[in-house]
């Protein structure tokens, strides 16, 4: 299983980043999707998860009406958009994929089975 995130860079406090990842050695539109972040000194946390149909979308309430996730299960991609970005979104982002969407947002015993391997969004002030 490969998980190839991209689209990180560095922009300024306010403007937007699509993030990207694509998924191969799964039969991708039978897994839900998440995005994952971890910044500097702090534990990695949840960040968006969508159901395998993107029928149901979960989103961390720090992201709230500013990051979308989206997915094209035809090109086997997940996306995130991320707007209106802060300096505190700095991290390192991570996508992830399991069958079951209730280890992305931590309600389930265990994280998800698959990781992609980051990609460095940094945000100046």
């Known amino acids: 299983v490969q998980l190839q995130a991209s689209g990180g860079g560095l922009v300024q406090a306010g403007g937007s980043l699509r993030l990207s990842c694509a998924g191969s050695?799964?039969?991708?539109?039978?897994?839900?999707m998440g995005w994952f972040r971890q910044a500097p000194g702090k534990e990695r946390e949840f960040v968006a998860a969508?159901?395998?149909?993107?029928?149901?979308?979960l989103y961390a309430d720090s992201v709230k009406g500013r990051f979308s996730i989206s997915r094209d299960n035809a090109k086997k991609t997940v996306y995130l958009q991320m707007n209106s970005l802060k300096p505190e979104d700095t991290a390192v982002y991570y996508c992830?994929?399991?069958?079951?969407?209730?280890?992305?947002?931590?309600?389930?015993?265990?994280?998800?089975?698959?990781w992609g391997q980051g990609t460095l969004v940094t945000v100046s002030s």
């Open positions: 992830a994929s399991d069958i079951v969407i209730a280890t992305m947002t931590g309600d389930a015993s265990r994280p998800p089975n698959y």
């Open positions: 050695g799964i039969t991708f539109n039978n897994y839900a």
């Open positions: 969508i159901s395998w149909s993107g029928g149901s979308k």
